[in-house]
């Protein structure tokens, strides 16, 4: 091979992109080229695109309610979508996705739940109440405003209950001399004491507002389970008509052009013609207005 041939030949190999490079390069140009709609729309159906892959609840919430506060204040008035329940699962959903947890001694695990508005009544009523039914497990232990230590003596010879006290005991408290259900003696004149004692915390729940936003701040790993789960399931199916009402605001070809781009990076060919179809289906008025 002439020396002309190899210069020619590096030249080649210069001008040709590695493959997998090459591949790359040409799905991020596809995903991210201006659409004819405008670049909000191409912003908004990206938002939208991605949901189809989320497994997760409250990240699929978070998505769509964000991608819903995307449309301007003018435009809403054409959505079936309550705005203030969007309000509702935007906020609950972002602070279960952000919880607290601590280990204390004896290796429990505290989780606690920053909910990022005021913990007052009416906002109980307003972001809680519509989806809590659930009784999370929680450390009472922990609990100060909504829980009460008791201590009581026993009678060492009847076991019956001599004497019972909220902490903390005050110094003026005295315990009989003797038991009054056997008369035996409690106290002897050498102070020596014939009692048993326990205390026992108990978890008060009045005012049930509260409680609850000082027991989320005390939950087990179980309990935020159960807590995340209840309102996965109040939110599921809100958030399946707030993303099929969303999708009429694009395209269909572009919403199904992205879908297409992110399921085929998993191995879900075929899915985003499947949305363009579904996409595509008039609503119930549209029908109507078309036999009128």
């Not at 709609?37 to 769509?64: C, N, P, W, Y």
């Not at 003797?178 to 008369?183: I, L």
């Not at 409690?186 to 102070?191: E, F, L, N």
């Amino acid at each position: 091979m002439t020396e002309e041939d190899k210069e020619e030949q590096e030249n080649n190999l210069d001008e040709q992109p590695d493959k997998e490079e090459a591949q790359f390069k040409q799905f991020f140009s596809t995903a991210i080229r201006a659409p004819k709609a405008g670049s909000f729309e191409h912003f908004l159906t990206q938002s939208l695109a991605q949901t189809i892959l989320m497994t997760d609840v409250l990240k699929r919430t978070k998505t769509v309610t964000e991608s819903a506060l995307m449309i301007p204040e003018t435009d809403r008035g054409n959505l079936a979508i309550n705005y203030e329940k969007v309000n509702v699962l935007n906020l609950v959903a972002n602070a279960l996705l952000n919880p607290s947890a601590r280990k204390l001694p004896e290796d429990m695990e505290v989780v606690s739940i920053p909910w990022g508005f005021p913990e007052t009544e009416e906002n109980y009523e307003t972001f809680i109440l519509p989806w809590y039914n659930c009784r999370p497990f929680f450390r009472p232990r922990l609990m100060t405003e909504h829980s009460e230590t008791w201590r009581t003596w026993r009678c060492y010879w009847c076991t019956s209950e001599v004497l019972k006290a909220k902490l903390p005991i005050p110094d003026t408290l005295r315990l009989p001399r003797r038991c009054p259900k056997c008369r035996k003696e409690i106290i002897r004149w050498t102070g020596e004491q014939y009692v048993t004692v326990s205390d026992v915390t108990e978890v008060t729940e009045e005012r049930s507002w509260s409680f609850f936003f000082e027991m989320s701040t005390y939950l087990t790993p179980q309990g935020y389970d159960l807590l995340r789960n209840n309102f996965g399931a109040w939110a599921t199916p809100q958030i399946q008509l707030f993303l099929a009402e969303l999708s009429r605001m694009v395209d269909p070809s572009l919403y199904a052009e992205i879908v297409g781009l992110y399921t085929s990076k998993h191995g879900k060919k075929g899915y985003g013609e499947k949305v363009k179809e579904a996409s595509e289906i008039p609503k119930d008025e549209d029908r109507l207005a078309e036999r009128s």
